[in-house]
């Protein structure tokens, strides 16, 4: 019997993947999980987005982010995942991120000081750990 994991409230994410498949994969599994998903398709979008967004957050504070969760691919066009992450968190230091990538963080060449303050899954990862992970950052 697979077991289905019920998050306390849905959650609001950013997912930044280059990849159509794959992004239609993670947006169909958070939705069927009852989150709200915003999908784009490179670094660049992403970043657009994210500071379209932020001056729709209820609270305009440092603390606040407008989504609970950004996950990012690493390798996109037009701006990496640490370029993404390093652009978000000097903006909103507390934003959860997660890093979905086929290469580990260091082959990335990620920096220390952002390799400490991201969540990482290693591709290739089941929908079930890109849920579990989502709902526990």
Same mark, same amino acid.
Do not use: W
């Given at each position: 019997?697979?077991?289905?994991?019920?998050?306390?409230?849905?959650?609001?994410?950013?997912?930044?993947?280059?990849?159509?498949?794959?992004?239609?994969?993670?947006?169909?599994?958070?939705?069927?999980?009852?989150?709200?998903?915003?999908?784009?398709?490179?670094?660049?979008?992403?970043? &657009?987005?994210?500071?379209?967004?932020?001056?729709?957050?209820?609270?305009?504070?440092?603390?606040?982010?407008?989504?609970?969760?950004?996950?990012?691919?690493?390798?996109?066009?037009?701006?990496?995942?640490?370029?993404?992450?390093?652009?978000?968190?000097?903006?909103?230091?507390?934003? &959860?991120?997660?890093?979905?990538?086929?290469?580990?963080?260091?082959?990335?060449?990620?920096?220390?000081?952002?390799?400490?303050?991201?969540?990482?899954?290693?591709?290739?990862?089941?929908?079930?750990?890109?849920?579990?992970?989502?709902?526990?950052?």
């Amino acid at each position: 019997m697979r077991r289905r994991s019920i998050a306390l409230s849905a959650l609001r994410i950013l997912i930044a993947e280059d990849n159509q498949f794959t992004a239609s994969q993670y947006e169909r599994i958070l939705r069927k999980y009852g989150h709200e998903v915003i999908v784009t398709r490179d670094g660049q979008e992403c970043l &657009k987005k994210y500071k379209e967004s932020l001056g729709r957050t209820e609270f305009d504070s440092i603390d606040k982010s407008p989504f609970d969760v950004v996950v990012l691919d690493q390798s996109m066009p037009k701006k990496n995942g640490s370029e993404v992450a390093t652009e978000i968190l000097s903006v909103r230091p507390a934003q &959860k991120i997660v890093f979905a990538s086929a290469y580990a963080l260091s082959a990335n060449k990620v920096s220390e000081s952002l390799e400490e303050r991201v969540e990482y899954l290693q591709k290739p990862f089941s929908l079930n750990a890109l849920v579990s992970k989502i709902e526990a950052a």
